[in-house]
């Protein structure tokens, strides 16, 4: 399965973007995440999806981001609110979790390219 991250951008904090990642192959099934990458920071946890509908969140972005998907499209979606300038990095979507643990990069079979979002203050 491929990945294609798409939607970043530049945005004024208190602004929305929303990330798409299309998949080439059926993604219905699995756990769909996304995580981020910031300037000299390690890549962190943002949002999870199961394949039964769990969501998890990164404590630092609930409330503002909402992930979902589309398994007829196999693609997922990070719909981003009141951006931070903090929320800057490079955002990349993952799928097929083996294991539990949603937050645990390693644990992903399948990793897109990286969209870059830049939120200015």
């Known amino acids: 399965v491929q990945l294609q991250a798409s939607g970043g951008g530049l945005v004024q904090a208190g602004g929305s973007l929303r990330l798409s990642c299309a998949a080439s192959g059926r993604i219905g099934g699995y756990t769909v995440a996304w995580f981020r990458r910031a300037p000299g920071k390690e890549r962190e946890f943002v949002a999870a999806l199961t394949w039964g509908g769990r969501i998890d969140y990164a404590d630092s972005v609930k409330g503002r981001f909402a992930i979902s998907r589309d398994n007829t499209k196999n693609t997922v979606y990070l719909q981003m609110s009141s951006l931070l300038p903090e929320d800057t990095a490079v955002y990349f979507c993952?799928?097929?979790?083996?294991?539990?643990?949603?937050?645990?990069?390693?644990?992903?079979?399948?990793w897109g390219q990286g969209t870059q979002v830049t939120v200015s203050s």
């Open positions: 993952a799928v097929r979790l083996a294991g539990t643990n949603a937050r645990d990069p390693s644990r992903y079979g399948y």
